[in-house]
């Protein structure tokens, strides 16, 4: 089953850091590009990091880059995004995400999880 499992979101204090995860148990995307988005409360959702398929291509969204680190593991079919640095601005819900057609672009990705809370106090 298609299914993607965000897990690592939490609460931070500014400048900090948190990593996230996202699994996927089925198997399903290890031929897939990925990435991550977020959507902060009344806010459209944001393009965080873009990764190809094969992992030798990174993308990030200008709001993250220097900050943030995407990254994945075939092996274990597992996708990361390192958070550092972090900023109240960085609060939102973040999603992973799975497509064929790209990874620059919230678009460009088909498949989403369920989300995980990020919250970056002052």
């Known amino acids: 089953q298609a299914q993607l499992v965000e897990s690592g979101g939490g609460l931070a204090q500014a400048g900090g850091s948190l990593r996230l995860s996202c699994a996927d148990p089925?198997?399903?995307?290890?031929?897939?590009?990925m990435g991550w988005s977020r959507q902060a409360p009344g806010k459209l959702r944001e393009f965080v990091a873009g990764i190809n398929w094969n992992g030798d291509v990174l993308v990030y969204g200008s709001s993250v880059k220097g900050r943030f680190t995407i990254s994945r593991d075939k092996a274990k079919n597992m996708l990361y995004l390192e958070m550092q640095d972090l900023k109240p601005s960085d609060t939102a819900v973040y999603y992973c995400?799975?497509?064929?057609?790209?990874?620059?672009?919230?678009?460009?990705?088909?498949?989403w999880g369920q989300g995980t809370q990020v919250t970056v106090s002052s």
């Open positions: 089925g198997h399903t995307f290890s031929t897939y590009h």
């Open positions: 995400g799975a497509g064929l057609s790209g990874f620059r672009s919230t678009s460009d990705l088909s498949y």
